[in-house]
């Protein structure tokens, strides 16, 4: 079973800085089966990145994702207010999906 | 619009049943796997399980299995999640989503809370 790790817990910026959000599989796994959701307090989760890099539908491009192999990167450049969230990312293997344990991100 | 509305969630006590559904609205719902994921309290996210467009392939999360039974009714578009044997640890929000060709969650309903406590 893969295990996702996320890094740091809790981040905390000012607007207009750059979050860097780190997602760490247990093994190697298929960068076409890893997404990014961010979810603010009381809302559902939204999609932001799918295939480790591919913006979602109306996602802004101030979201990118990279990576490959075991570690995957979420940025935000240039923070805004509503970017204060929580962020997950998710795997896709074996059937089965597993989410990181998210990262939490302040905004000063 | 795409929507998903689920519905059917409460308070139940310890080895009960209940059964959530979801309806999906705005998009084809026939052609898209369908999932349930669920959130406890101040907790991440946990997939719970997953069903092929027509049925013939679903999956659960190990502590789930046994308990819970996904189904969907593509000429009605809900989608639902039959749930017994009910545990405190079941107590969370439980969303219903769609999945696209990557197998990420693309579209997510609002939610419905499942209590579970005497």
């Known amino acids: 079973e893969i295990v996702l790790t996320q890094s740091p817990g809790t981040l905390s910026l000012s607007p207009g800085e750059r979050a860097t959000l780190s997602c760490r599989a247990s093994?190697?796994?298929?960068?076409?089966?890893l997404a990014w959701y961010q979810q603010k307090p009381g809302q559902a989760p939204r999609l932001l990145i799918y295939g480790a890099s591919n913006r979602a539908t109306g996602i802004p491009d101030r979201f990118s994702g990279s990576g490959s192999g075991t570690d995957f990167t979420l940025t935000i450049s240039r923070l805004e207010p509503e970017d204060c969230a929580v962020y997950y990312c998710q795997h896709y293997g074996s059937s089965l999906f597993t989410f990181g344990q998210g990262t939490k991100l302040e905004i000063k | 619009e795409v929507q998903l509305v689920e519905s059917g969630g409460g308070l139940v006590q310890p080895g009960g049943s209940l059964r959530l559904s979801c309806a999906a609205s705005g998009f084809t719902f026939s052609s898209y796997w369908m999932s349930w994921v669920r959130q406890a309290p101040g907790k991440g996210l946990e997939w719970v399980a997953n069903m092929k467009q027509d049925g013939s392939e679903k999956y659960y999360v190990d502590s789930v299995k046994g308990r819970f039974t996904i189904s969907r009714d593509n000429a009605k578009n809900p989608l639902y999640l039959q749930m017994n044997s009910l545990r405190a640890e079941d107590t969370a929000v439980y969303y219903c989503?769609?999945?696209?060709?990557?197998?990420?969650?693309?579209?997510w309903g609002q939610g419905t809370t499942v209590t579970v406590s005497s």
């Open positions: 989503a769609r999945e696209r060709g990557s197998r990420s969650l693309d579209v």
């Open positions: 093994q190697s796994v298929s960068s076409s089966y």
